[in-house]
């Protein structure tokens, strides 16, 4: 069965440094997105991507962040310079299409952890 | 604004007895409803979803879900609970404009032997 995949698995930073976390979407997908949890608290929507641009953001994802599809296969997060608050899990996730009733496919998620 | 509740941070049950997860949620559309599931140390998989076409949904593993329009809930069953079960159980509405999941805070089930 198809899967979304991401790596690595845990990522340890020092503050300041950039980090970028690698997706493989399911490859007949089109729509991609990028979701945290941050230890304790509830999955959170970060961003939206489809066509080669982000669709749609959240109020997190600010000028540190950057998504990319640089090839036909790997979907990727930029952290510019990473803050302590920065550390988290994030999970990659993509669906066949937008629409509401689509079912997202995540990935198994990188830790992140800002020293 | 699309949100959802889930009622109970911590669900615990002994193996053989039924499960039951508590969510609300509160949607200005007819909204898209989905549980996830979350082991330790794995990514969150879906366990079934409700998209306006039947009201009881029957998901993986023995779950199923009950949508309920009049009271704003979609409660996830179990009839019979089972080790492998223990895990974490996300609520989630899908925002009818761009697709986005919106999560529920997530229930933690334990079950015990």
């Known amino acids: 069965e198809p899967e979304v995949t991401q790596t690595p698995s845990h990522q340890v930073t020092q503050m300041g440094q950039e980090v970028i976390l690698r997706c493989v979407p399911i490859s007949n997908h089109l729509y991609f997105y990028w979701y945290r949890q941050i230890l304790g608290q509830k999955v959170e929507f970060l961003v939206s991507f489809y066509n080669n641009e982000i669709s749609e953001k959240s109020e997190i994802f600010d000028d540190q962040f950057s998504v990319e599809r640089p090839d036909g296969s790997n979907f990727t997060l930029k952290i510019r310079s990473t803050k302590l608050e920065d550390s988290a899990m994030y999970f990659c996730?993509?669906?066949?299409?937008?629409?509401?009733?689509?079912?997202?496919?995540f990935g198994p998620g990188t830790r992140l952890t800002v020293l | 604004a699309q949100s959802v509740t889930q009622l109970d941070s911590h669900v615990s049950v002994s193996e053989g007895t039924p499960v039951l997860l508590r969510c609300n949620y509160s949607?200005?559309?007819?909204?898209?409803l989905f549980w996830y599931v979350q082991h330790p140390n794995k990514g969150l998989q879906l366990l079934l979803k409700y998209t306006s076409a039947a009201t009881l949904v029957k998901g993986i593993n023995g779950f199923e879900a009950e949508f309920k329009k009049s009271e704003t809930s979609f409660h996830l069953t179990k009839p019979s609970a089972h080790m492998s079960d223990a895990a974490e159980y996300f609520c989630v509405v899908s925002d009818p404009q761009g697709g986005k999941l919106i999560f529920g805070q997530g229930t933690e089930l334990s079950v015990k032997p």
């Open positions: 949607s200005s559309y007819s909204p898209s």
């Open positions: 996730a993509s669906s066949a299409d937008r629409a509401s009733t689509d079912t997202q496919y």
